[in-house]
């Protein structure tokens, strides 16, 4: 077989030699293997040419399509180097490991040159050969492997077979298929020429921007259906409309439509046959307006999801699998989810897609007026983590205007690879004459086209306001112009919780001190399965610095697959924290990336070949960042170029899998000084490596040089410059060593990642009589952090931000106990010391200091107090100051806001009563005549129930005048409020609370 001077390079770069320079016992090793590998390996092949359409059976919806758009035919082959070439790579590696690496290596390489033969081949009787495609690689699923050994009965002529996780024996085997033309003039390599998305594409690759259609529910209402319940609804009662409006996009020049079926989900239709019709009719009209392609649009399900709601993942998961295997059935073009504030709920959308189907998944989200989710969660972030669960393109929608979607995209596109997209509202409502008018007139929106062409964004449509004028403006302003490509400029590892991200630029902490290994307590936690002790563990961390948590669970006895999940959802009630997860359970470990809120880290995956067959997949589904050990089934090397070898072997297994490299952060292991003092070198020289020539992210578990030798934390610290001198990111160590975070103060001041000193000045500052930082010594002293009574008292704010109900009802039982008999000590502590701690959580939620959940974590726990407090009066019932009652309008079924301000209003003492959604007028009167309420909360959050809400409003206060009636929802301002009658208006549970407490002193 051949070998050109570009093979021998690409050899010497799978064995961890980029630069080619060798010595003399390295050449020669090399030489000899490649001598044998000529004499007695020989490759097989074999290859089938079909007509395209005999191919679609295997190229249909595994987003293949975009190779063949203008192809004939299409090569199917398989190439293999035999149980030869196995048996080389196993006896090199007896002999030495840097044998097997040479034998890895050159039978990776020859395998790539059969295929290049196999093209050159096929170019005697083709004139258009094209790139081929294996799977494995880009959007080509491994699943293929299967369909093409099938195809070629490759098992029977060659021997191959393939295992259940879609790896080929023998190892050096590759599938895939060539596309062949008559014609060498196929146009731009057989990418579409209707539109651009990049590489991720399902459909095309020019650059040309998409032209989305606008608010669909906008154009409803202006022909007259303003006060239907739930506009899917009209797919079947009056599906003309609708094709009217699909048509009206279609001219102004809409290439794709969404489907009207935004809110048509099991939840909101549960009536499956009636929901099977909607889906089904809206899928209809809107093909039969001609659009490129149709996409089934998708809405949240207005339902509030763990941990500050009870909706969990799999009951997401499953409404929205519903949904959309009616529409795969139905043949749309892709999946768009639009308008979700939740990052959990489109994980499980998202996942729902992505594992029934390979159409493509545009994914955006909406933001407040301040740039955030409404559980605190900011757009680069959001946007990076829509990419991690898996979707094709992702944006903003809904939201604001473009004026203020604009500054977020300049922040986030340089953190993203998948397109972007915009479909932003026309403004915000106003509110005039009983009619709602966006501020953004056709031309004004049209007026940011450029600027977002500019940044990048490659998918431009409108949200709400919106219509067929405003897509037509932008498609006047896109007349000769392309969009520019965006540059990716920050390439970092990535992980986040619900409602915090973390880019690894620099370095971080892991608090390491979740592990039952030495921890007695933890142990117990975990067996008995109460994890109260765990989270203070993580909230002690927390407030030591730890960035992350690194969450440990495996004991002998425990069931981890069970109780790792568990752990994992308990921390995320209470902290926000990113988490790593860490384990060598691989069921444990999908069942937790699973249910995880966000993006995790895994921790992790090693150079051994069980390890890489079962981890990578995993972080490849998940999108998640990932440790890698540098060792393999041969144990722990002993010399850093072994360690570099290692790694080398685990980024191109990632690579396989279409992981980018950014995405591993390599240990290249820290061995304890008492045991091994040479190995210290070993592995600063090892980091050093993966620095400079892998240009990787490092992580240490920096305690681990110490075990066993008497002043750990000395031996730490110094370990920790060292290690930081060489190049380290992420340290996993415990957060509350003061010489530790001493150390790291100093090396920022240092490298100058602490611009004008002012993290040392802040640390330093504050120092003792001893000349160490205060905080961390008047941190808890007892390590097992069993010892509760040492622990410094907290404020009942600070408490209530800690999340965790137990500590908090431990000190309410201490204080009962000190007042059992004094009714009037209860009320005055309730008011005075609880009430207005809580309050000031209230504030600093105002003040954009904490987020929602922190509010809401904080009200769940003050409940559980206040009902210990309750027990304790001599009544056995908390006064109450007055009753409120609740709804969501007839016709509506969104109830976050209601719901939330039900959370937070009944901890101040007043009967609550919730009606839930979708309250018919009656009802709420019927209520009314059997109780007296002082006030009544009504919640809407579509403008087609707004006039359920007005009507509500005239019957309350024609039979009952007295009454004061507060509203929420998004569509909803205060002017408008007004007009409908309301005596106020909240713009989020927080001032709804504070309106009922002016009204009821």
């Not at 919730?914 to 002082?934: A, H």
């Not at 929802?969 to 609370?993: F, I, P, S």
């Amino acid at each position: 077989m051949r070998l050109l001077q570009e093979d021998r390079k690409k050899i010497l770069r799978y064995m961890g030699h980029p630069d080619g320079v060798l010595s003399n016992d390295l050449e020669e090793l090399l030489e000899n293997c490649l001598s044998r590998v000529r004499e007695k390996v020989q490759p097989k092949s074999a290859l089938k040419v079909f007509p395209k359409k005999e191919l679609e059976w295997i190229i249909s919806g595994k987003n293949l399509r975009k190779y063949f758009n203008k192809v004939s035919h299409g090569a199917v082959f398989v190439v293999t180097l035999g149980e030869e070439m196995e048996r080389m790579i196993e006896e090199g590696k007896t002999r030495s490991t840097l044998e097997g690496l040479a034998f890895e290596a050159i039978g990776s390489v020859y395998t790539e040159v059969a295929v290049e033969d196999l093209r050159q081949e096929l170019q005697k009787e083709w004139e258009g050969v094209f790139n081929s495609f294996s799977p494995g690689y880009g959007d080509c699923p491994l699943s293929l492997h299967k369909e093409i050994l099938e195809l070629l009965d490759s098992e029977n002529h060659l021997g191959i077979h393939i295992t259940k996780h879609h790896l080929l024996i023998p190892r050096k085997t590759i599938t895939g298929v060539i596309p062949l033309s008559n014609s060498i003039g196929m146009e731009n390599n057989g990418k579409c020429d209707d539109c651009s998305l990049g590489e991720h594409c399902t459909f095309h690759h020019n650059e040309k921007t998409i032209l989305f259609d606008g608010g669909l529910g906008t154009e409803l209402q202006r022909q007259g259906f303003k006060h239907v319940e739930n506009l899917t609804t009209l797919n079947i009662s009056h599906p003309e409309a609708v094709y009217k409006a699909h048509e009206a996009y279609v001219k102004a020049g809409s290439e794709y439509l969404s489907t009207n079926t935004f809110g048509a989900n099991p939840l909101k239709i549960q009536n499956k046959d009636r929901l099977q019709r909607i889906l089904t009719k809206g899928i209809e009209i809107a093909k039969k307006a001609k659009p490129k392609k149709v996409f089934l649009d998708i809405g949240p399900l207005g339902v509030l999801m763990k941990p500050q709601g009870d909706f969990s993942f799999e009951e997401a998961y499953r409404l929205f699998h519903e949904t959309i295997k009616i529409g795969v059935e139905e043949g749309v073009d892709g999946i768009l989810l639009e308008t979700f504030t939740d990052l959990y709920e489109i994980k499980a959308a998202i996942f729902a897609a992505k594992e029934q189907t390979d159409l493509p998944v545009f994914a955006t989200m909406s933001f407040e007026k301040n740039g955030r989710t409404f559980l605190g969660l900011e757009p680069k972030v959001a946007l990076r983590a829509l990419e991690a669960f898996g979707a094709d393109v992702v944006g903003i929608n809904c939201s604001v205007g473009p004026k203020e979607i604009i500054p977020w995209l300049g922040e986030s596109i340089p953190y993203l690879s998948k397109p972007v997209m915009v479909q932003g509202n026309a403004g915000l409502p106003i509110h005039h004459k009983g009619e709602d008018r966006f501020p953004l007139a056709p031309k004004d929106y049209a007026a940011f086209t450029e600027e977002l062409l500019d940044l990048g964004v490659q998918i431009i449509g409108g949200c709400c306001g919106t219509g067929p004028k405003t897509i037509e403006a932008v498609k006047s302003k896109l007349r000769g112009k392309v969009y520019q490509s965006p540059k990716r400029e920050r390439v970092y590892p990535f992980t986040c919780s619900y409602n915090q991200g973390l880019f690894i630029e620099e370095s971080v902490i892991v608090g390491e001190r979740i592990n039952p290994t030495g921890k007695p307590f933890i142990e117990s936690a975990l067996r008995s399965r109460n994890y109260s002790s765990i989270i203070q563990e993580g909230i002690l961390q927390k407030k030591e610095g730890a960035d992350i948590l690194d969450i440990n669970t495996g004991t002998s006895g425990v069931p981890e697959d069970v109780v790792l999940p568990e752990v994992i959802e308990a921390i995320q009630q209470v902290i926000p924290l990113p988490l790593q997860i860490d384990t060598s359970n691989v069921q444990a470990l999908e069942n937790a990336l699973r249910i995880y809120n966000g993006v995790p880290i895994i921790n992790s995956v090693n150079g051994g070949e069980e390890s890489l067959q079962n981890v990578l997949p995993l972080a490849k589904k998940y999108g998640c960042s990932i440790i890698a050990l540098t060792f393999d089934e041969q144990g722990i090397p002993k010399t850093a170029d072994r360690r570099i070898q290692i790694a080398g072997k685990i980024l191109r297994r990632a690579k396989a899998l279409d992981i980018p490299k950014e995405r591993i952060i390599f240990d290249p292991l820290a061995l304890t000084v008492a045991h091994e003092p040479e190995q210290v070198t070993e592995s600063l020289k090892a980091l050093g490596m993966i620095k400079k020539d892998l240009g990787c992210k490092t992580i240490l578990g920096l305690s681990n040089i110490s075990y066993g030798m008497p002043q750990r934390s000395k031996i730490n610290q110094c370990f920790l410059t060292l290690a930081l001198y060489e190049g380290l990111d992420v340290l996993m160590m415990d957060p509350g060593d003061p010489g530790m975070n001493e150390s790291l103060t100093l090396f920022k001041l240092l490298s100058n990642q602490d611009p004008q000193g002012k993290n040392y000045l802040r640390t330093f500052s504050n120092l003792n009589e001893e000349g160490s930082n205060s905080f961390y010594f008047n941190r808890i002293e007892d390590k097992s952090r069993e010892l509760k009574e040492k622990t410094p008292k907290k404020s009942w704010e600070s408490l209530l931000l800690d999340g965790d109900p137990r500590e908090f009802r431990r000190e309410i039982f201490q204080w009962i106990k000190k007042h059992f008999f004094n009714l009037a000590d209860y009320e005055n502590f309730i008011e005075e010391e609880l009430l207005k701690a809580f309050d000031q959580i209230g504030n600093r939620y105002d003040q954009g200091e904490v987020y929602l959940p922190q509010l809401i974590q904080g009200a769940e726990v003050l409940k559980s107090g206040l009902e210990l407090i309750n027990q304790g009066t001599s009544d056995g019932n908390a006064k109450k100051k007055g009753r409120i009652l609740l709804a969501t309008v007839e016709g509506d079924l969104h109830d976050i806001g209601k719901n939330i301000f039900r959370t937070l209003v009944d901890n101040y003492g007043y009967f609550v009563k919730d009606l839930g959604k979708d309250v018919k007028t009656k009802v709420i009167l019927e209520e009314m005549e059997r109780e007296e309420y002082l006030v009544v909360g009504l919640s809407a959050l579509m403008t087609t129930t707004l006039g359920s809400m007005e009507k509500t409003i005239r019957a309350i206060k024609n039979q009952h005048p007295e009454c004061k009636i507060i509203v929420g929802g998004a569509v909803l301002t205060e002017d408008y409020a007004r007009e409908l009658g309301a005596d106020a208006y909240a713009k989020d549970a927080r001032e709804g609370v504070h309106r009922v407490k002016t009204w009821l002193l």
